[in-house]
């Protein structure tokens, strides 16, 4: 029900507006009489259904559930009253009116204020998290915490652990190079990569409820060092170590034994969608080396030109006449278009390049997930093939009447288990792997479209800028070759 427009609550509400004329004396006091029926159903505790129904009442506001400390709550009144000087306050409805409805769920991470701490081969780079959200389940409207680039590797390996289908956000590579000096640019470009990283998992609507995204924006320094060091150690947990064992033993068993190749999935759904992806990333990754070396073509046209224009300002210094003046100026020309090259260069760096950077790690780490579902395809198909056997090996026991038959049919109850358990888990990696490619494509198609757009723009752009920097000159040139 649309409380504020229902034919009942709009009488009641005008009830508390005094006549101005004699003559509508009758139809005041019916209002009053309306008003004193309200004020009775909201006195009654039990008779929810008749309060609701005649004397609806708006959500509550979360900003004002609670007094403010030192001040005492308005109490006086009937809550009609209150609720008819609450629509006298904002009649055109604002944030407080019975209309507003209640704040969607949000959660959104700024990546800040980056920081070089350390020297050598120990210089790190810190960042401010900012987390600000309505959720429940955080410990407050806003969590600042300081976070480095390892700490964003222990949340993307936690995730990838935990959510097998899903395509994780890439993270931007680590670079053992600028390691060492930490360029401005570099620093600039890997915090806007952090920030898209995990803005990203905080609107997915899978990996935003993970309890390691929690944990990641809100435990203090301390706590996620030693999560890191646990996770990302020298030394593996015994679990990791265990499997890490079964592995090399499984792989040499099949090499003396001669066992023939584990069985791949063959869908041709699955086998279309993984030849696109391996074409994808080829295509991107060069389309990517493309836009490096033009970026890198225009700062070399750039500092040349720049070169050119401080060469060509001395050698004006040189002449007296208006031949001197014509060379200062097209060295001030030069070194004018030079800066405009090396904006457009940085701009093509950050909107362009890394764009389609960021696509090519977005694709490698679909890939990953590939891998992912081939093991759990593979080891789905071994557990059946070892029921199978178990079923035989039963079978020969219950017929010889072993004192085995017990202990095999417990071993062939939980192989059963663990094999219902490995084909949930590849039906879930098929059935998350189909919704991410959907979600894959719809923001590819966005995504590569705004880039290429503010490529052609700032193409457009510079070519424009140029054209008029050297046209402006072509007067005073002329002039002098005259």
Known sequence: MDYPTHPLFLSLSFSAQIPTSSSSLSNYQRSVELTELQSLLLTLPHEQSLRHRFCPQPPPSPACSESPPGTTPNRSGSRADRMWTEQQ??????SQSPRSPPAQPYLSVSVTDPVKLGNGVQAYISYRVIAKTNLPEYQGPEKIVIRRYSDFVWLHDRLFESYKGIFIPPLPEKSAVEKFR?????????????????????????????????????????????????????F?????????????QSK?????????????????????????????????????????RLVKRHRELGKSLSDFGKAVKLLG??????????????????????????????????????PLKDYVRAVQSIKATIAERGTAFRQQCELAETIKLKEINLDKLMLTRSDKVREAEIEYRELKGESEEAVRRFETIVRRMSEEMVHFQEQKTTDMGVAFHEFAKGQARLANGIADAWRSLLPKLEACSV
Do not use: W
Not at 89 to 94: A, E, N, T, V, Y
């Open 89 to 94: 306050r904002s009649p055109s409805g604002s």
């Open 252 to 292: 040499v068993s099949d090499v003396v034994l001669g066992k023939e190749k584990p069985v791949e999935e063959s869908h041709p759904d699955y086998e279309k969608m993984k030849h696109y992806i391996f074409e994808l990333e080829n295509h991107l990754a060069e389309a990517q080396k493309q836009a490096y």
């Open 182 to 234: 930490f360029s401005a640019e570099f620093i600039e470009m890997r915090r806007q990569a952090l920030d898209i990283f995990v803005n990203r998992i905080a609107s997915h609507h899978e990996l935003r409820q993970s309890d390691d995204l929690r944990t990641f924006l809100q435990v203090d320094e301390e706590v996620m060092e030693r999560l890191r060091s646990y996770e990302t150690g020298l």
């Open 317 to 354: 210094a040189c002449e007296e006449n208006a031949l001197g003046k014509a060379f200062s100026e097209l060295g001030a020309k030069s070194e004018l278009v030079s800066i405009k090259l090396q904006k457009e260069a940085t701009e093509l760096l950050m909107h362009f390049e890394e």
């Open 236 to 248: 593996k947990k015994p679990a990791d170590l265990m499997q890490i064992f079964k592995d090399v």
